[in-house]
């Protein structure tokens, strides 16, 4: 099919085959933890080949662009039904299935923290997901504690998944190739895990935190101060990229008395 990619889709097709292979093998549960799998904007279809060939009829497709579901269909005649033409933020997915489900893809890199946002929206439902972003972006998310990238995304996801950077994928895999490299990334829920505090709350205090980094946390969460006498001054001391996931938590939970 002769196609010209959109960039208002941010469309970068995956060409290289062995990627997909690589991409599809990072992916652990099929099978054993749920019962399907979306994969988010299929494009032209070379990892789709390579899922379809493995999962069969437990796949989903997620692509927004009308023009390229015909022959997404074509291709792959026994999952039409459930080729969903939608933008991925919109989308229910329990609409689909009832059960566990994997989330994989190349992302669409001007919307992939969105992605990754509503992947904890849904973390009941999603047990894993492998997906490939701007590698800044997948960096970022699966940074420890203590180095520059560390922000509000590291911690937010951090506090839900076990996070592992996977490998690089170099610009010329793509057409049209993208200006930055891409690096696939793997994030595996935390099982048996009960937030100890409110999430909505968890949210604010890290938000707070890393929007005034270069402050302590005494000072970027002032706001909260007739509560501090409950925690340990030299975590007011700290700096929020100072700060592991474990211990958001522990400043939500002791933060929210009284607020």
Same mark, same amino acid.
């Given at each position: 099919?002769?196609?010209?990619?959109?960039?208002?889709?941010?469309?970068?097709?995956?060409?290289?085959?062995?990627?997909?292979?690589?991409?599809?093998?990072?992916?652990?549960?099929?099978?054993?933890?749920?019962?399907?799998?979306?994969?988010?904007?299929?494009?032209?279809?070379?990892?789709?080949?390579?899922?379809?060939?493995?999962?069969?009829?437990?796949?989903?497709?997620?692509?927004?662009?009308?023009?390229?579901?015909?022959?997404?269909?074509?291709?792959?005649?026994?999952?039409?039904?459930?080729?969903?033409?939608?933008?991925?933020?919109?989308?229910?997915?329990?609409?689909?299935?009832?059960?566990?489900?994997?989330?994989?893809?190349?992302?669409?890199?001007?919307?992939?923290?969105?992605?990754?946002?509503?992947?904890?929206?849904?973390?009941?439902?999603?047990?894993?997901?492998?997906?490939?972003?701007?590698?800044?972006?997948?960096?970022?998310?699966?940074?420890?504690?203590?180095?520059?990238?560390?922000?509000?995304?590291?911690?937010?996801?951090?506090?839900?998944?076990?996070? &592992?950077? #996977?490998?690089? !994928?170099?610009?010329? %895999? @793509?057409?049209?190739?993208? =200006?930055?490299?891409?690096?696939?990334?793997?994030?595996?829920?935390?099982?048996?895990?009960?937030?100890?505090?409110?999430? &909505?709350? #968890?949210?604010? !205090?890290?938000?707070? %935190? @890393?929007?005034?980094?270069? =402050?302590?946390?005494?000072?970027?969460?002032?706001?909260?101060?007739?509560?501090?006498?409950?925690?340990?001054?030299?975590?007011?001391?700290?700096?929020?990229?100072?700060?592991?996931?474990?211990?958001?938590?522990?400043?939500?939970?002791?933060?929210?008395?009284?607020?």
């Amino acid at each position: 099919m002769s196609y010209t990619p959109k960039k208002h889709f941010g469309q970068h097709f995956l060409r290289d085959t062995n990627i997909a292979l690589r991409i599809c093998d990072s992916l652990t549960g099929m099978g054993t933890e749920y019962d399907a799998l979306f994969e988010i904007g299929p494009g032209q279809g070379v990892l789709t080949q390579t899922l379809y060939e493995r999962f069969g009829t437990k796949l989903h497709l997620v692509e927004i662009d009308e023009d390229l579901i015909p022959d997404l269909k074509r291709k792959y005649p026994l999952i039409k039904e459930n080729i969903i033409q939608e933008d991925v933020l919109e989308v229910d997915f329990k609409k689909y299935t009832a059960g566990q489900f994997g989330i994989i893809g190349n992302f669409p890199y001007n919307i992939s923290s969105q992605i990754i946002f509503q992947i904890i929206e849904n973390r009941e439902s999603i047990p894993e997901m492998v997906g490939m972003f701007q590698k800044e972006v997948g960096q970022r998310v699966v940074s420890p504690p203590g180095n520059k990238v560390y922000g509000l995304i590291s911690a937010w996801v951090q506090a839900f998944y076990e996070v &592992k950077y #996977l490998f690089t !994928v170099n610009e010329g %895999s @793509f057409h049209p190739a993208p =200006k930055v490299k891409s690096g696939v990334i793997r994030l595996t829920r935390r099982e048996n895990f009960h937030l100890d505090c409110n999430e &909505k709350f #968890l949210l604010q !205090v890290i938000k707070q %935190s @890393f929007n005034q980094r270069r =402050k302590t946390l005494r000072n970027s969460l002032k706001q909260f101060s007739t509560n501090f006498a409950q925690i340990d001054p030299a975590l007011l001391d700290k700096r929020p990229e100072q700060l592991g996931y474990e211990e958001f938590i522990y400043l939500a939970k002791t933060l929210e008395v009284g607020n």
